[in-house]
DNA sequence: ATCCTTTAAGTTGTGCACAATGTAACACCC
DNA sequence: GGGTGTTACATTGTGCACAACTTAAAGGAT
């Protein structure tokens, strides 16, 4: 008889619960900026595009496919985002659909205070280089295992 | 110049995303006993500590501590499964301020139809099992080290 | 051109997470 | 034993996540 596994070694509960003290301990740093943390994953990947080939904008759908959102979660923090005149968003003249979001002077300024937080978190992570590292590509083994598996069940 | 890490790189995004992935994954298998992720964690612990040393009911403190959530996560999502007729609340006489969570006939009954969840999830991991405790411990390292922080924090 | 399908974004409703605050019971200390 | 601080839980408000649905535009295919 196979001994049951106890909740605090299964891989699951221990992505849980790492990924949300990871976000409590980014929390003070992205508060002095004024961000939560999916609205600064948002703003990392504005930062990103802004300066790419001929930005005209991101499209929603371009932010869910990195982020792996929807719009039902998308649309709301954008409008947020919006009202804090850190990005505009609007409609496309090409394809009427889409939903152009680009960054404003302000938006474009903020990238300036973030650039230490990378840095710090790291050093409340009390990992070598090596382990990090390590560590990170086994986590994302696992993300593109599940992404598989949930576009396998759409079909 | 350091190069700037690209958001895909980050642990603080793979353990996200990979969290949330995870719990996609389990839905279907959750919806099947009627349970949400969170509420089967909680489930789980109280299985657990049913048939353990006199046991009086599980304190609403002790689920937090042990899933590192507080009692404006727990009420609610309790009052949810009480709802459901899966456990009752009730104050302990010994201390008032405790709430004793004790599992219902209903409550105990569905153990049996969630046994073969952690098996099946495993396997929708496609990994193998020393990968899978590899990248496991690794993610433990991590919540452990990020733990330290926010209690030293604290302080 | 007309129908049919697909796609992008928005809307609604539910359930977490968590900060901040409130309330009552317990613990301690002099 | 009365004041003081601490603890356990509840409440309120905000912001995700995500399922399910709606709306409107674009892409075919005939």
Redesign the pocket.
């Known amino acids: 008889m196979s001994k049951k596994v106890s909740i605090e070694d299964a891989l699951c509960f221990n992505l849980?619960t790492a990924?949300?003290?990871m976000?409590?301990v980014y929390?003070p740093y992205l508060k002095k900026i004024g961000?939560?943390?999916?609205?600064f994953?948002v703003m990392t990947l504005l930062w990103k595009a802004k300066g790419k080939d001929s930005d005209k904008g991101t499209?929603?759908?371009?932010?869910?496919t990195r982020?792996?959102?929807?719009?039902?979660?998308?649309?709301?923090?954008?409008?947020?985002?919006e009202a804090m005149e850190l990005l505009t968003?609007k409609?496309?003249?090409?394809?009427?659909?889409?939903?152009?979001?680009t960054l404003s002077r302000k938006g474009i300024n903020l990238e300036k205070k973030s650039e230490s937080i990378p840095m710090e978190m790291f050093c409340n992570l009390n990992l070598t280089m090596d382990s990090f590292i390590e560590i990170r590509d086994g986590v994302k083994e696992v993300l593109a295992n599940l992404h598989d598996k949930v576009n396998e069940d759409k079909n």
């Open positions: 849980y990924s949300r003290l976000t409590q929390r961000l939560t943390y999916p609205q994953l499209t929603v759908k371009e932010l869910g982020l792996y959102l929807d719009s039902g979660t998308l649309t709301p923090l954008l409008k947020r985002l968003r409609r496309s003249t090409h394809d009427e659909r889409e939903v152009l979001i």
